[in-house]
């Protein structure tokens, strides 16, 4: 998911204006955020091992096919939308509701109203367009009607959920906030993220040290109900810390050979283990190179660009005939 150093600022002078994000810089932007939230929660062993190695499961490059779109004014982009975007992934909670935060949908704005033709989801005002499968690499679809889904505010109207912004629920058909902890979840009302309904009252959920049962899991994104204790411990051990069959290691990490907690950087080429080794060519990334599962540090190489099982293509695909990255139809 890409390869421009990201510009998430989480600290400024008071007053002085966020820098917006740069549309080329937006997909190492959210990479980036992802992996400081990640790392923050105990569920990954460091910043930097992070964002070199999930490059590939959280950092898509933009499609040609979308920044022809912005480029012909069919989608708008907004590079402040995008900052308060990254700012929110990387606050978010350890324990939050799948999903992006609300200001990620206003990053793309779509211009075609509902009933008009489409190509991609992000040209339409809906957000939404239904495309038929017909065979061919681009294909005309239908924008959705109505407003730009995951937008709509408290007190509007809703069918299903979809069409409200994150955070809130459809609720008798209009968007509703979650009932806080203590507050009544009667009537098949929601709790907040954090809170689970027993017996007609949400209920918070325990933390690390508190009290915890078959019934309140724990809150914490690192932690387990201890199977004797009942009390929420940590799951996973992080760098330097003991670590054995019944404490596993935290993801890009291993247990190593002194029992502890350990990053391992491989050189470029080498074998590696997804999501516990890391390379030590900083444009490579552990990644399964074969069909029989077998991975090895591998690179991501442009549009273009010779591509083989150790070089692999950023965007679009490895052509068979040419051996270069393809990056595709452009479809709008």
Same mark, same amino acid.
């Given at each position: ?17 966020? *820098?917006?994000? *740069?549309? +080329? ?79 990620? #949908?206003?990053?793309?704005? @779509? ?45 509007? #109207?809703?069918?299903?959920?979809? +069409? ?15 009932? *806080? ?33 078959? #019934? ?11 199977? =004797?204790?009942?009390?929420?411990? +940590? ?21 190593? +050979? ?10 470029? @080429? ?13 444009? *490579? ?18 549009? @273009? ?11 679009? =695909? ?5 051996? #270069? ?8």
């Amino acid at each position: 998911m890409r390869w421009i150093v990201a510009i998430v600022v989480f600290s400024a002078c008071a007053g002085e204006p966020r *820098a917006p994000v *740069a549309l +080329e810089d937006y997909p190492a932007a959210q990479l980036e955020a992802f992996c400081r939230a990640s790392v923050r929660c105990g569920g990954l062993a460091s910043f930097d091992s992070c964002r070199q190695e999930l490059v590939q499961f959280y950092y898509a490059p933009l499609s040609i096919s979308l920044v022809a779109a912005i480029d012909a004014g069919v989608v708008k982009f907004d590079g402040v939308a995008a900052r308060d975007c990254v700012d929110a992934m990387a606050a978010r909670g350890c324990f939050e509701e799948p999903g992006d935060p609300y200001a990620c #949908t206003q990053v793309f704005i @779509g211009t075609v109203a509902g009933g008009g033709a489409c190509e991609l989801y992000a040209e339409c005002v809906s957000g939404m367009c239904s495309v038929p499968d017909c065979g061919q690499s681009c294909c005309a679809g239908t924008c959705f009607y109505g407003p730009q889904w995951f937008t709509a505010q408290i007190g509007d #109207t809703c069918t299903d959920g979809l +069409e409200c912004r994150d955070g809130l629920y459809c609720y008798n058909y209009k968007c509703a906030e979650p009932v *806080a902890a203590g507050g009544s979840c009667a009537d098949f009302k929601r709790c907040e993220s954090g809170s689970l309904c027993i017996s007609q009252r949400c209920v918070p959920l325990p933390r690390a040290g508190e009290h915890c049962d078959d #019934t309140l899991t724990c809150i914490d994104y690192n932690t387990r109900c201890g199977p =004797t204790s009942h009390v929420c411990e +940590e799951l996973f051990a992080q760098l330097g810390e003991a670590c054995g069959p019944d404490r596993l290691c935290t993801l890009l990490s291993r247990c190593d +050979e002194t029992s502890h907690c350990s990053i391992r950087k491989l050189p470029f @080429g080498s074998s590696c283990k997804v999501f516990e080794d890391s390379c030590s060519d900083p444009d *490579a990334y552990c990644q399964v190179v074969d069909m029989e599962g077998n991975a090895a540090c591998a690179r991501h190489v442009p549009d @273009g660009a010779s591509c083989d099982e150790l070089h692999r293509c950023a965007r679009g =695909t490895c052509s068979t005939e040419t051996h #270069t990255c393809d990056p595709g139809p452009v479809c709008i």
